[in-house]
């Protein structure tokens, strides 16, 4: 045999080897299912997520009022309540929210969150007051994120126990605690159910699945924006590679993709009413986006809740402390091994782009993305596509998980290891959670108000960033009367101006500026001010007849007066 022959036959053997550890020769056995949870699984399962919310989430279940800030937990709490009083009184004017009078669709100037507010809507009908709510579907979406994983899991044929790893990984994934404040990033559970789907679909090729597709990638879309674009991201590479390694049949490749596009159709009608008001919002800064850009280093640097929080590896921003523990990196290192096989390797493939994702602009496709594809303008955060990376580093530790499990010789030796994982990682999440209790009620002076009272609002103090404008919409919650303050992630002009305009209320021309932006009644609250200019102010609004005093109360120690402005 010549050199060259024996080189090239060489060659081939090399090739083929590798291909075989990637998993490039595995093929879909027809006939043979995939793993499937029973219901004794799955009730074991939830029990298990409920119980490690109980150990790590146990100051929350002791305060269903405590959020971590009096900032977005508020504002979602406004979403939710606002989405369930309007889907009664007025469907057809769900975005004209009662914030930034006169100003139209503000609902679209952030996530409207539908799906989760839709779901806790049936609380606040019943009387459920909406902290408490809002506290049930938080907590709620740590069981459901772990199970849909535990789901997925095992229909990537993980063993229980490989797959109680899957699900405990992502459902407590560090990430989910530095977000802890913002609702709508909670809402997981559809990202592993959407992978679930077209798993099954390419795998049986029923068309139940297809069904379950559409709606799973929809659902996302409506319960938070970021993540359905995210996650469309992630199964566009996930299920060709799957359906590439697998070779299914073109016919099942083809459903699974149009499943997904059926999935983003079905988004358009928000995607419209929001690219409706893109002239008033405009278009998240470069520089934003940029600031907001993950780096390689971000992946080393704990968030202040954490058991590692002491550490300061790198000096970052918020929202870029993405260090996922140390858990889920070795176990997810042990599942990445070689041989990985068909499943794995699209878990790899899809996972490498979420991480490319999170790097935003320092990344390699983000920024041609971002000039091209409408909804990524709107969006600030690029580095939040580390939920996805989590999701991989929760599935490919199940694999590890398996492999280390596979070592011990008998069942019991599995359980004891498999309780001794579970263990650790519960410790090493444990997260260092500070609570602040809110408000069970308003103050009494929004007594008299109402959206049929026909009043427009204006309550001062007023800062775009400071605290008083989420309590003012925490506050709304109870009464829906029409305002001109409002907080959101983009400020309309009119309200920039309405904060510059107002500055030195109630002196020179700050009263004649509200009669002609038609405000009828203005609250003025002692607590978020100064006793001294709070005083001052009640004397110059009493001097002025212009003014009449409506209702005069005291909140937390203070005074707090409503009054009503001729126009």
Known sequence: MSRNVRG?????????????????????????????????????????????????LNRQLLDWYGVPDPGDPLFSMWRMGWVAHQVVADPRHLFDTNTFYPERRTLTYSDSMLLPALTAAPLLWIGVPVAVAYTALLLSSFVLSGVATYLLARALSLSPGAAWMSALLFAFCQYRFEHYSHLELQMTHWMPLTLLAAVRLLSTGATR???????????????SMYYGVFLTIYAGVFVPVLALVWRPGW??????????????????????????????????DTHAVAYFSARLLDYLQPHHRSVYGEWQVVKTVGERHLFPHFTPLVLAAAGAWPPIGATRLALVASGLIAFD????????????????????????????????????LALLGGFGAARLLAFASTPPHRRILLALLTVVFLLECLPTLKLTTMWRRPPFLYSSLGPRSGAILFEYPINIMDTENFAYQYFST???????????????KS?????????????????????????THVAVHCAFWTEEACALAHERIESDPRFRLVTSTWWEGKPARLYELSR
């Open 8 to 56: 090239a036959v060489t060659t081939q053997a090399f090739v083929r080897r590798v291909a075989a550890q990637l998993g490039l020769f595995d093929r879909l056995q027809p006939g043979v299912p995939s793993g499937k949870a029973n219901r004794r699984e799955l009730i074991l399962v939830t029990a298990g997520l409920v119980v490690s919310v109980a150990i790590l």
């Open 209 to 223: 699945y297809f069904a379950y597709l559409v709606l799973a990638a929809t659902a996302q879309w409506y319960s």
């Open 251 to 284: 016919r099942r490749f083809a459903a699974a993709t149009a499943a997904l596009f059926c999935g983003l159709a079905l988004a358009l009608p928000l995607a419209r009413v929001y690219k409706s008001t893109e002239g008033d919002r405009g278009i998240r």
């Open 357 to 392: 994702g999170s790097l935003g602009f320092n990344g390699s496709w983000y920024r041609l993305a971002y000039e091209n594809l409408q909804p990524l303008r709107s969006m600030r955060v690029p580095a939040r596509f580390a939920v996805l990376v989590n999701l991989t």
């Open 478 to 492: 109870w009464h829906w009367t029409k305002t001109v303050n409002g907080y959101s992630g983009f400020f309309p």
């Open 495 to 519: 309200y920039q101006e309405l904060e510059a305009s107002t500055e030195g209320f109630p002196t020179g021309n700050t009263v004649t500026y509200l009669q002609g932006r038609g405000v």
